[in-house]
């Protein structure tokens, strides 16, 4: 924490009293988001630089948000942490040329199943199709779902920087949009976006709770995203 508190230093004495105190209130906050994403970014980068670079997104939350924290800074704050952690990952391009376009082929592989099959594919099916093993099929969707995970925040995060300059009731998001982009969605993956986002557990915590697979988990959690994200960007 010694880095943050290196730019906490850069604000008025007053306000460097404050700002220490709301990042120690937070860092549970910080260490519960970088839990979950740790599994998902293959070890690019690890827990305490994850931890490092979400505590610099919590402090760019507290200056942001324009006052005393309050109710809703928690929600707005772990929007700008998670974001901070994923825009770290594209910045050290965590996906190599190769990796990438091999994700690109299985895609494009899963797709013609799907349509082969007028149906999703089962996990063994899919795996079948693209030559790998559960274990296997399991990385790739880890890794789809990141970039889903990394598409979506990004989206959120725009979203939260437009408004944290407007009214307070609109400083976290506009919450009608978000509820529109939920209705989106079925019972099941609205379940696994409460539980991703407002709970703040893990894809293998989340698998264990609806008695499903992770990797089951994680095609739906994607199909989620991507509907919210377009009702959201149509918002």
């Known amino acids: ?20 105190q709301v990042l120690s209130d937070y860092a549970p906050l910080v260490k519960r988001v970088v839990r979950q994403l740790l599994s998902q970014v293959g070890g690019a980068l690890d827990r305490e630089d994850m931890q490092q670079i979400g505590l610099m997104g919590l402090l760019d939350a507290l200056r942001r948000y324009g006052g005393v924290p309050d109710e809703r800074f928690g929600a707005y ?7 901070a952690i994923l825009d770290e990952l594209r910045r050290q391009d965590w996906r190599p040329r190769s990796v990438r376009q091999e994700a690109h ?5 899963l797709r013609e199943l799907a349509r082969q099959l007028g149906r999703e594919p089962s996990e063994a099916e899919a795996s079948a199709a693209l030559g790998v093993d559960a274990a296997g099929y399991q990385d790739y969707l880890l890794a789809e779902n990141a970039e889903s995970l990394a598409s979506f925040d990004e989206l959120m995060h725009d979203e939260v920087g437009q408004q944290v300059t407007g009214s307070v009731e609109a ?48 095609q739906i ?3 989620a995203l991507k509907k919210m994200r377009a009702v959201l960007a149509d918002a």
Do not use: W
């Open 171 to 218: 400083q976290y998001m506009d919450r009608r949009s978000l509820e529109q982009a939920l209705t989106a969605l079925d019972a099941r993956e609205q379940r696994v976006i409460q539980l991703y986002y407002e709970f703040e557990l893990s894809l293998k915590e989340i698998a264990a709770v609806l008695e499903l697979t992770e990797a089951r988990v994680c």
């Open 77 to 83: 704050a772990a929007v700008r942490v998670r974001g």
């Open 221 to 223: 959690n994607k199909a």
């Open 105 to 109: 082929r299985h895609r494009d592989a």
């Open 1 to 20: 924490m010694a880095l943050v508190m290196e730019y906490a230093a850069a604000a008025p004495l007053g306000g460097q009293l404050a700002e220490r």
